[in-house]
Every structure is written in C-alpha cells, then in structure tokens.
C-alpha cells in the first residue's frame, strides 16, 4: 500500500504503471518542495536571534554560528555556573543553539573559559583563551532618563562590580546644571574593552536595567568605510595632509569683522549699522545693476 | 496474514519467551541505556557521555558528531570545523558502515521507541488505511535538508528535526519536544502506517545510504523452509526489503537483505517459526545450507525445522 513505486502487479499495462509512477513523482517532488520553502521561510525567521540572547564567549559571528554549532549543549554542560541554556523548540533563540540571558544570569568570565574547549565544531572559537578577549556583546546605558547617574545621585553599580573595570566602563565626570555645584558620575562604556559578560546589567539597581548588554550587530554603529577622521590621519601622518586652509574670507559690509578665533561675527562698535532698514537691500547687495 | 496479536505465537510456542524476544529486549535496552547514560550526567552528575546524539563526547575523550549533521555544516558554508566534530563524524559513519546504517535507527535513535509504539498499537488495534506516501520521499526529504542548509547557510533542518529535538528535549529538559513526540506517534498511529520512520525521515535515508554497503546483514539462507506464514512482513518496519531476499531464489536473487532501508532490528529473525533469517555477512550472497560453508552459518540459525 506504499505508494506508486516498486508495487506491481497492478495489472495495468505498462504504459498507465508508467505515467502513475511519473505523477507521483511530481507529487513527492511538490509535497516536499512546498515543506522545504515552509521550513526555508521559518528558518530565516527563526535565525534571527533576539536581542536579550546573547551567545556564549567565542562565538562565531551570527551567520557563521548557525552553521556551525551542532546544537549538543556540550558547552552548556562545560559552564559550571549554569549560565548557558539550550533554545526549547519555543524560545525565541533558534532551537538547540546555546545563549544566556544577562539580567538573570550572567557569564561570570571563567579564567579558563570552560564553556570553549569543550565545543567540538569551534562554533565557540578555540582561539580565545583569554576571556578578556570575549566579545560576548556590548553593554550599552540605553536610558539616560531612568539611570539615576543622570540625575546626579550616586549609584556606580555597574562600574563597581563590571570585571573589567576601570576599563570596560568609566565614570565620566559631568557638570550637574541642576544644582550648579555637584557633579555627575556617568558609566559610559568602551567596546574596546567591554566582554558583553553581562553582569552591569543583572546588578543595575533599577526595575528595569537602564544598562543592557545587546549583541553587537545592535550595539555598534559602522561609519562609512570611506571615512577619515582628520585628526587622526593628522597625527598618523605628524601634521596637516593638505596645504593649511585659507582663512576664509566673507564678503562683509563695512564695519563687520568676522573673527576666526571665537569671537565670530564682530561689528564694529559705534560704526553705524551696516544694515539698511529694508532686508531685501542686504540680500540684493552685490547685484545693484548700475554698479 | 495473521493478526497483530498473534504475531510471533508459533515461534514462541517452538522456541520459548527468550529466543522470539531477545532482539526487541536487547534493542530497547539499547535505546534506553543509551538514553540513560547520557542523562546520568545531568541526573546523577555521573559524567559517561556528554552532549547528545548530534554531537558528544565518550568518557572525555571519544568524540562523536552525527554524520548529516556534519554534511549539512559542510554544505552551510562552514567549512573548517574543529578537528574534534571531524573525528566524531568519521568515528561514527565508520561505525555505521561497520554494523550497518539503520542500527542507528534500530538500536539508538530514541524516535524509534515512539515510532515502534505506535506500529504496535497500530497493529493491536487492527487499524489500517491513512494515507500512501511513497517511501522514497524520504530520499527528497534528504535533499531537502542539504538543500535548506545550502540555501540558508544555516542547520535549518536541526529547527525541526524531531529526532534532535526529542532527544535534546530529553536531555536537556526542553518541555516542548514532548510534543513532538506526541504529534509522531499520532501520525504514525493514525494518518500513515510506519509513516516517519519508513517514509519521512532524512535521517533514516542518510542512514539507509551509509548501511547499503555495510557488511553485516539479516540473511535469509534457509527461505526453502519459508511457509508463507507472512509474520516477518507484519513485523518488519521495511517490509518491502524482505521479499528480494526471501522470494528471489527463482530470479537468482541471493538470499541477504540487501536493502540499505533495513534496520537490523532482527525482528524478523525471531519471529519466523521456520527460523528463515539469522544475522550474517553480506558475502557470499548465496545459500550456505549446502556445501562446507554450512558449519559456518552465522548467527542464530540452529538448521531450519525441515
Ligand atoms: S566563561 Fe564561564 S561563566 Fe561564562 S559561559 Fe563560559 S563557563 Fe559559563
Ligand atoms: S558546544 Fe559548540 S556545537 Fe555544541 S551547542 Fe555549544 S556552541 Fe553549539
Ligand atoms: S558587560 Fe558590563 S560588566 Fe561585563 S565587561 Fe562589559 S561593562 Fe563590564
Ligand atoms: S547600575 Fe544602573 S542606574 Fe546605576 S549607574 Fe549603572 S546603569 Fe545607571
Ligand atoms: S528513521 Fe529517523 S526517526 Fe526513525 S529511527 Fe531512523 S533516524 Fe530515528
């Protein structure tokens, strides 16, 4: 009762036997080729990984993850702190890969990263042996608004039990306009040294973290690959690449100064106004036509 | 034909309790001690083997990874994996090659303790129609996977693959892949007869590929004394792969299953009241009752009751 192939004895001559076997072909062919473009449709969906999931240390980059990594929770059984875990066919993180959440529990960056070793594609890099290398993600302040550094009290959370600290997240000290006389501690962060561990964000003091670790494709910006800085092509070249600019001349009424070095647009106290009453005389000027 | 619960009564009325089950017993303890190695990890914190059936690692030092699943990391783009999930993948597809491929099926994969359920229950309850896939879809389906993973640059068929999920979900506590299971076992039981073992699975196709060349197999060397009594068809998952072996004699077919779709779950050979089948070699393919070679018949075959 299997299906058109390999049963005989149908008593059809050959040539109906022939045109079943080709339609069910074609049946079998369409059947699975529908299932595959279902199945393509919820994979591209299913990849894309949210943000509150943030990979193991040394993952591969996203793409190259999910080909990679088996889904054998090798890893999660390496992580003696029970960090990882394994995406449940129902979680938002593709099924079977690993990640781990950094408000509730994050990476507590192991000297000897047990979690790597153990990977047996290298979706979780072998290279990395220093955890201090581990680009896990990146922990941004996203809400300047609710984190209470803003607003001039003291907090420092997040710098104090950060790892890496002093380097991963500073605290920059700001002006406070409101009282007019203390300062503000704001964490700012730097990628070059931020794990994405994950641990400002689980100790951030608030309900709702105003510090969260995001996986990089949405933590960092990328300029134009184009761009230069002219400061730093400056000091990498030990001076200015071009001739010096030209002051800038402006074609200025009488009695009007323009200042380069701060003070900008400058006219001339007691010369009298260059400006005519009537506006349409300053945007005509230069085009009288009996000049 | 006879019915389902009858299956196997006059070879255990010949040979006893043990001799008509000792295959199916050895098999689910195969299954479920494997099964149980790996949770006594997570269970017991005693550490045998770690991972899971996509990739593991034996005593701390064995690695193994499923051979698809290394093809379909192959075919994702990635190809430079660590040196350990290579030497998992040959370790494993050696294996296979050995014993035969669809042992996985038989003996290891934990699907098959729901997919066998099902058949039995399927037979107990007399239940028959559903619909008729043919059982070369599953060879579409395996393009499929290599397909999917070629196309989305990614394992997308381990987003689905029930036999993974299950085993993972056992493993790692994973509460949906209960449902997977569940949904299984309906289809089998209800919609198609051994509808995702035989019919579906890319595993199984995988593995029907890898055990068309293995040297050890179910042979048929005393079909003369076969009775037509058909309980070795009722039994068998793959019972297209019997009648080649058991009723080629007159087309000069040798008397081994030769099919790569056998899972050499012996079934058969318990079940025949003539004792037909016996576990062999692939070679020589035909009948070792005459000749020297009869001292030599392999397996369980205590000469045929003639
Ligand atoms: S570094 Fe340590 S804590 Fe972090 S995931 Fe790896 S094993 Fe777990
Ligand atoms: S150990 Fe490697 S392959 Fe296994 S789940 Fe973790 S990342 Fe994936
Ligand atoms: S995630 Fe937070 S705690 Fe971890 S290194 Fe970065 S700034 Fe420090
Ligand atoms: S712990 Fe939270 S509230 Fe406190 S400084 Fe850090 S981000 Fe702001
Ligand atoms: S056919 Fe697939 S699901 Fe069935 S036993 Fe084999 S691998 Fe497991």
Redesign the interface.
């Known amino acids: ?6 049963e005989k004895g149908s008593g059809h001559p050959a040539q109906p036997g022939r045109r079943r076997f080709l339609g ?1 072909l074609a049946r ?2 369409c ?3 529908v ?2 473009l279902g ?2 449709l ?3 969906r ?2 894309a990984l949210p943000a509150a999931a943030i990979r193991p240390p040394g993952a591969l980059p996203e ?2 993850f ?9 890893c ?2 390496g992580c003696p702190y029970d960090v990882l875990k ?1 995406a ?3 979680d938002e993180a ?3 890969t690993p990640y781990f959440v950094a408000r509730t529990e994050p990476c507590v960056m192991c000297e000897d990263i047990p979690c790597v070793p ?5 979706a979780l890099d ?1 290279a990395l042996t220093d955890i201090h290398e581990a680009r896990m993600g990146l922990a941004v302040v996203v809400d300047h608004e609710a984190c209470i550094a803003f607003q001039g009290l003291r907090c420092e959370v997040c710098f104090n039990i950060c790892p890496v600290r002093g380097k991963a997240i500073t605290l920059d000290l700001q002006h406070n306009a409101r009282s007019g006389k203390h300062a503000l501690f704001i964490p700012v962060v730097h990628s070059a040294d931020c794990t994405g561990c994950g641990l400002c964000e689980k100790a951030c003091i608030l309900e709702e973290a105003a510090i969260k670790v995001l996986p990089m494709r949405l933590a960092k910006g990328e300029l134009g690959h184009h761009y230069r800085l002219g400061w730093e092509q400056k000091a990498e070249h030990g001076g200015s690449l071009v001739t010096p600019d030209q002051q800038h001349r402006y074609n200025l009424p009488e009695g009007v100064r323009y200042e380069h070095g701060g003070r900008g647009l400058i006219i001339d106290e007691g010369a009298e106004s260059p400006y005519s009453d009537n506006p349409l005389d300053t945007l005509n000027r230069g085009l009288e036509p009996d000049r | 034909m006879s019915g389902g619960g009858k299956t196997g009564l006059t070879a255990t009325l010949n040979r006893g309790w043990w001799q008509t089950r000792k295959w199916l017993v050895l098999r689910r303890v195969s299954q479920l001690g494997i099964l149980g190695l790996f949770l006594l ?2 269970l017991a914190g005693v550490r045998i083997i ?3 059936l ?4 034996l005593l701390d030092t064995v ?1 193994m ?2 051979p698809l ?2 093809l379909q ?1 192959l075919v ?3 190809l ?3 040196g ?2 290579v030497l ?1 993948a040959a370790l494993v597809m050696g294996f296979y090659l050995l014993v035969g491929g669809r042992v996985f099926c038989s003996w290891v994969c934990p699907v098959n303790l729901v997919t066998d359920a099902a058949g039995w229950l399927r037979l107990r309850l007399d239940l028959h129609g559903g619909i ?6 599953r060879y ?2 395996l ?2 996977v290599l ?3 070629l ?10 693959n029930p036999v ?2 299950l085993h ?2 056992i ?2 506590g ?4 209960a ?2 299971a569940l949904a299984l076992f309906l289809f089998d039981l209800f919609v198609a ?1 051994r509808g995702w073992c ?2 579906l699975c890319p595993m199984g196709a995988f593995y029907g590929l890898v055990g068309a060349v293995s040297p050890v197999r179910v042979r048929a060397d005393q079909r003369a004394a076969c009775d037509d009594c058909m309980e070795c068809f009722v039994v068998c998952p793959e019972p ?1 792969v019997i009648r080649p072996a058991l009723k080629g004699a007159e087309a000069g077919r040798g008397p081994v299953i030769l099919a790569g779709e056998c899972t050499n779950c012996g079934r058969c050979i318990e079940v025949c009241p003539q004792e037909v089948f016996a576990f062999g070699l692939r070679y020589p393919n035909r009948e070792r009752g005459q000749g020297s070679e009869t001292r030599s018949s392999p397996g369980l075959s205590k000469g045929a009751a003639t």
């Open positions: 009762m299997n299906g058109g192939s390999g069910d079998t062919a059947g699975v080729g299932l595959g199945l393509g919820h994979a591209s299913a990849n793409a190259e999910l080909a990679a990594c088996t889904r054998c929770g090798l999660v059984r394994l449940g066919l129902l593709p099924a079977g153990v990977c047996p594609t290298g072998h | 990890g997570p770690d991972g899971n996509s990739s593991s690692l690695p990874t499923d699943l290394f990391m994702a783009g990635f430079v994996p660590a350990t999930a998992g008729n896939l043919a059982r070369s879809t579409w389906m393009a499929l397909l999917l993973a196309a989305t640059g990614s394992l997308a068929y381990e987003l689905v993974s999920l993972r979900g493993i790692f994973l509460g949906s892949a449902f997977v007869r035989g019919h297209q």
